[in-house]
């Protein structure tokens, strides 16, 4: 007898029995796997506690019904790119690093990953003590001009740093965030230093509202998640509900590769680890993604 193809199949099926009797807990408790209260929140933690999964940021109580969405990447050409960028009399350099393209001249610094993610550096921006919020933001706006983007975020985050202000721009669709879309600015009174951009240039509606599982449901994949990176324990620190466009297919399909599709509801949840995205439909893991710390 193959042991360790034996030992394998009694975890994958402890694993499911588990899932199993804590679905039950929640179906004993409201009737429904969907919406849970705050006792059977609290089964449901305490159920994890004891695999050594904690929940340590506050769990959600609201889950709502959301459409799936259709969305499409902003792309970058590098030709395009260099001539709204650089100076005509500037020499850039271009080197190319798997699916990263770089190019460089002067101060300034650009990579284009997979067409879809752009990174700007300008080391002639250093930091300053003179930081107004309103300059910050024509400066900003410029550059989005000078790359041909709009500013059409409906999300806007502002903190303070030493020597710059750090601005993130994100997307949503009716009010839900959309976690593949990001601008991320480090900006002072001379100009923005440091800029990072993955965007959406079209996002619309694809299907009508639909149920979708709970958070509870959801944070019951972490038991196999633990297993599978075989973790002595997870914490658990924020549960989110929101949209990601990816494949669903773990790993079977080069996701560099996709630019336009649809975009499924997801409860994501941050751990110590990873941020793991979880289809709110289906309850597949629609990506997993190191935590930013």
């Known amino acids: 007898m193959d ?19 804590a679905y039950m807990i929640i179906g004993a408790n409201t009737g429904s796997i969907g919406y849970v209260d705050d006792e059977s929140v609290k089964q449901i933690t305490n159920y994890l506690a004891e695999r050594d999964i904690k929940v340590k940021g506050q769990v959600p109580l609201k889950k709502l019904e959301m459409p799936s969405i259709t969305v499409k990447y902003q792309l970058f050409n590098k ?34 990953k997979d067409s879809r993610e752009l990174v700007f550096i300008d080391s002639s921006i250093k930091p300053s003590a003179a930081i107004d919020q309103k300059t910050c933001s024509n400066h900003i706006k ?56 993955t965007w959406f240039d ?12 709970s958070p509870e449901i959801a944070l019951l994949s972490l038991t196999k998640y633990k297993a599978d990176i075989a ?50 439909y289906n309850e597949k893991v629609e990506s997993v993604e190191k935590a930013r710390k």
């Open 3 to 21: 042991w360790s193809k034996a030992k394998t199949i009694l975890i994958t099926v402890f694993l499911a029995i588990n899932i199993f009797l």
């Open 79 to 112: 030709e395009d790119i260099a001539k709204r960028i650089f100076l005509p009399e500037i020499k850039v350099k271009e080197s190319i690093d798997g699916s990263t393209v770089k190019l460089s001249g002067d101060s300034l610094e650009i990579s284009i």
């Open 142 to 197: 410029e550059f989005l001009d000078r790359l041909g983007l709009k500013d059409n975020a409906d999300i806007r985050q502002v903190e303070d740093l030493e020597g710059y202000k750090r601005f993130v721009y994100g997307q949503s669709f009716k009010g839900a965030v959309i976690y593949n879309s990001v601008m991320e600015f480090y900006v002072n009174d001379a100009g923005v230093q440091r800029a990072r951009i």
């Open 202 to 213: 079209t996002v619309k509606q694809a299907s009508r509202k639909a149920n979708v599982i």
């Open 231 to 280: 973790a002595q324990s997870i914490e658990v620190w924020e549960v989110q509900q929101g949209y990601y466009f990816g494949t669903g297919a773990s790993g079977q399909v080069d996701t560099s590769k996709v630019v336009e599709g649809t975009a499924f509801p997801v409860w994501k949840i941050t751990t110590d680890k990873d941020m793991i995205y979880i289809n709110a």
